[in-house]
């Protein structure tokens, strides 16, 4: 009896190991890529998660809170080559954004930056 309590508060503990050790950014890498994104449902939450706790108007350079500066850090090339990493410094600071969020930038910069 002893030995099938203990395999069962071991089974239990391990399941658990596993369930917390779990990389929580795999839900994001398997989403798709947006296609059609627009400035108010997807790149501005996205930049309000992940950008303008440092980029904001008093912050550091560039701003990123409203469509005027997200576009325009956009047009130059400067947000993507940071988010990509491709430029030597990558941000956020907390690591590479998954590639699904910077196709999706990509892809609202290539057809027209719609707001809406």
């Given amino acids: ?24 950014t795999t839900i994001q890498e398997i ?3 947006v296609t059609n ?7 501005a939450p996205l930049m309000n998660a ?13 701003a990123l809170t409203n469509y005027d500066e997200v576009k325009e850090a956009t047009e130059n ?4 080559c940071r988010i990509a990493n491709s430029c030597g410094s990558i941000m956020p600071p907390s690591g590479k954004l998954p590639q699904v ?16």
């Fill in 37 to 43: 994104p627009t400035y108010n449902t997807n790149i």
């Fill in 31 to 33: 989403q798709p890529v």
């Fill in 1 to 24: 009896m002893k030995k099938i309590k203990i395999i069962l508060v071991l089974s239990v503990v391990l399941t658990w190991v596993l369930v917390i050790s779990c990389d929580t």
């Fill in 101 to 116: 969020f910077i196709d999706m930038v990509n892809n609202w910069k290539l057809q027209g930056y719609a707001q809406q």
């Fill in 77 to 80: 090339g400067d947000l993507q």
């Fill in 50 to 62: 992940k950008c303008v706790s440092c980029h904001s108007t008093n912050g550091q350079y560039p």
